[in-house]
């Protein structure tokens, strides 16, 4: 009765009704796993006016927050409370003063580094938190650079062994691989351009255009990732714009191959939900360090929430602008321990989001599940249904756990309402293989009987006819 | 031999079987409406409740009508549209004989439909194989059936009767390519008139 009260009283803060998608891929409702707790706004934190801040890195190691106030030229450093402990206002570089120009990305190492990508000077600063830059990158001297292509960083992250990896405006070779000393080591992940339909009619009529017409065509070149973040174990994450790429969110190891995953249908699936066309632009993308991803869309500023699987885990925010929890110009994602911070670049405000009670129980009851840990996770998974029965991914859970300690009846019902047919058929053998075990003295004394009464029968009737 | 266990017979004995059909008239028009209507429910039971593991449908999409319009509808347009252009091309068929005939050829498969629906939840993946040999094996017999029987009915030969098939699938595409024309013709003309009946409420 308490659980059900809080929950009706925390629903209607929420300025957005939860939803999730089905296995069938449906839209249906949910309860909110996260709500908007608290903004920060310039005034919160006690400084002038943030004019389109469009990145901000949180260093769960430092507990900091540092945000790139792109439109003043500074970077502003919280602490973990959220309150102010520096400004960045004067960058020097061996003595002589320098500014940012209308940077568009930050990035802080464990080590207290900060990099930051200065887009309109084209190059990447690297300076301590004292404003006094150790290292100006600029575009990298190498005949692999296209010599047409601007050097226009746009987003920047730096690996363990300070490999800096940067999102370049207009490269389509892919992310760009810098050495620690700003020398060139190669080209990472490209999207590469599928052959949707459109792509194919398109090198159809262009078999057909004289030369004139087929310069006006655009050129199906890959698209650009619109964001990246990094792992504890190195693995790289990619969002892009584009939905027809279908790389969405993509997942890359070390030399740049894309890791193979169960699913691959990301952000709004339906074209049409709330009668409205959805098309889901991902902006930004934050691994955590216990491996969930959140994804950040630019078009219906709502953060969508997957597990370490990419199972959709929930979908929360809201475009607008005007209540706390939705957004006119989400710019960035990022957590905070278990919350997820998103940075407006128009609305120059942080939102907090936190986990419901619903949202909680579903961190963890995952977080047990994928390490393995099937059969605790049974508990909070069953809290989880009652809570919620859309929650498709709780009965997959509670099937795993029950296959596990061989309910394979059980299981297999459970594995239904997940519509996880794999599982199903998997539970389905053992269960089979059982039932075939334990009828079968049933069965062979069955056969055995109607044999002996065949044969007797007929004895009884050669007999008779012998006689007769 | 009894009428209703007719069909079965057929199953086993095509060439004699629907000799006797057409010449000593052994078939029923009511045992044919039988068979239509097994086959329908039976694409229904199949959408429903073929082997969990193995059925890409959702029940939730199950749409009644459209499993109607592909059983019923394509069956009545089928034996139509078989008996015109048959009577047309000198078959000697009348269109109970088409109808029923028809109808009888289907049995393997709606049989078969409905055994491996419900053998379907009982196996285990490596034997799905065989079910899905199993229903191949009752479409393939049902359109054996079917060619005997137009061969029977119209006294053809075989090269007539695969003409007369093109012929009865080319028009069955056109009635169904009519109706999908009338039908939105039919719908702007419906629009026009309501948005000019709207329209003369709001002057009035």
């Given at each position: 009765m308490m659980t059900a009260l809080n929950l009706q009283s925390a629903y209607a803060f929420a300025p957005y009704n939860g939803y999730t998608y089905d296995p069938n891929q449906k839209s249906v409702p949910s309860l909110n796993g996260y709500e908007p707790t608290r903004l920060i706004m310039s005034h919160d934190i006690g400084v002038s006016d943030m004019k389109s801040p469009k990145d901000f890195f949180v260093s769960e190691s430092l507990g900091r927050i540092y945000i790139l106030d792109s439109g003043n030229g500074r970077v502003i450093?919280?602490?973990?409370q959220y309150?102010?402990?520096k400004t960045i206002t004067r960058f020097t570089y061996q003595a002589k003063e320098t500014a940012l120009n209308n940077p568009s990305s930050i990035f802080v190492t464990d080590a207290g580094e900060i990099y930051v990508a200065d887009t309109a000077n084209n190059r990447v600063l690297k300076m301590d938190d004292s404003g006094r830059i150790e290292k100006i990158i600029v575009k990298p001297q190498t005949d692999m650079y296209p010599a047409n292509v601007a050097f226009e960083p746009l987003k920047i992250l730096v690996d363990k062994s300070d490999n800096i990896y940067i999102l370049i405006k207009g490269l389509y070779q892919g992310t760009l691989v810098l050495t620690g000393s700003g020398e060139f080591s190669r080209f990472y992940a490209s999207a590469k351009v599928i052959p949707t339909i459109e792509v194919l009619n398109g090198m159809f009529w262009r078999l057909f255009m004289t030369k004139e017409q087929k310069e006006a065509q655009p050129d199906y070149v890959p698209t650009e990732f619109s964001g990246f973040d990094i792992d504890n174990e190195g693995f790289i994450y990619t969002v892009t714009q584009d939905k027809t790429t279908q790389m969405t969110l993509k997942k890359f190891n070390a030399l740049g191959k894309s890791i193979a995953m169960n699913n691959d249908a990301f952000g709004d699936l339906e074209s049409q939900y709330d009668r409205e066309n959805i098309v889901t632009q991902f902006i930004d993308v934050n691994v955590e360090e216990n491996f969930f991803v959140d994804t950040l869309d630019l078009t219906r500023g709502r953060v969508f929430r997957y597990d370490q699987d990419f199972n959709l885990l929930f979908i929360f925010g809201g475009p607008g602008g005007t209540q706390l929890g939705t957004f006119k110009t989400p710019a960035a994602v990022d957590n905070l321990g278990e919350d997820i911070l998103v940075l407006d670049s128009d609305l120059a405000s942080i939102t907090v989001f936190s986990p419901t009670e619903f949202g909680r129980k579903v961190n963890t009851a995952i977080s047990l599940y994928n390490s393995g840990d099937y059969l605790d996770a049974i508990e909070p998974w069953e809290e989880i249904v009652r809570l919620n029965e859309n929650y498709s991914l709780a009965y997959k859970g509670i099937g795993d756990g029950?296959?596990?300690?061989?309910?394979?009846?059980?299981?297999?019902?459970?594995?239904?309402l997940a519509n996880d047919k794999e599982s199903y058929l998997r539970a389905f053998r053992e269960y089979r293989n059982i039932v075939v075990r334990q009828s079968f003295p049933v069965i062979f004394a069955a056969v055995l009987l109607i044999l002996l009464f065949v044969t007797v029968g007929r004895m009884l009737l050669k007999v008779r006819g012998r006689k007769r | 031999m009894k009428k209703a266990l007719y069909p079965l017979?057929?199953?086993?004995?095509?060439?004699?079987?629907?000799?006797?059909?057409k010449y000593k008239k052994r078939f029923s028009v009511s045992i044919?409406?039988?068979i239509i209507l097994l086959f329908f429910f039976g694409e229904v039971f199949r959408f429903q409740y073929y082997g969990f593991g193995?059925?890409?449908?959702?029940?939730?999409?199950?749409n009644i009508l459209f499993i109607l319009a592909r059983t019923v509808l394509l069956f009545i347009l089928w034996s139509l549209s078989n008996w015109l252009f048959c009577s047309l091309t000198e078959g000697k068929g009348f269109f109970r004989e088409v109808w029923a005939a028809s109808a009888y050829a289907l049995t393997p498969y709606v049989l078969i439909t409905y055994a491996v629906t419900i053998v379907s939840n009982v196996v285990v993946l490596e034997e799905i194989a065989f079910i899905n040999y199993l229903s191949?094996?009752?479409?393939?017999?049902?359109?054996?059936l079917m060619l005997v029987a137009m061969k029977t009915i119209h006294e053809y030969s075989l090269s007539?009767?695969?003409?007369?098939l093109i012929l009865t699938l080319a028009g069955i595409a056109v009635v169904l390519f009519l109706i999908a024309l009338s039908l939105t013709v039919y719908q702007q003309v419906f629009d026009i008139f309501r948005t000019m009946v709207n329209e003369i409420l709001y002057r009035l």
């Open positions: 450093i919280l602490n973990a309150a102010l402990e029950l296959f596990m300690t061989g309910r394979y009846k059980e299981a297999m019902d459970n594995y239904r | 017979y057929l199953l086993i004995h095509p060439i004699d079987g629907y000799e006797e059909l044919s409406f039988v193995y059925n890409p449908n959702d029940p939730k999409d199950l191949f094996i009752g479409m393939f017999w049902s359109v054996v007539k009767v695969i003409f007369t």
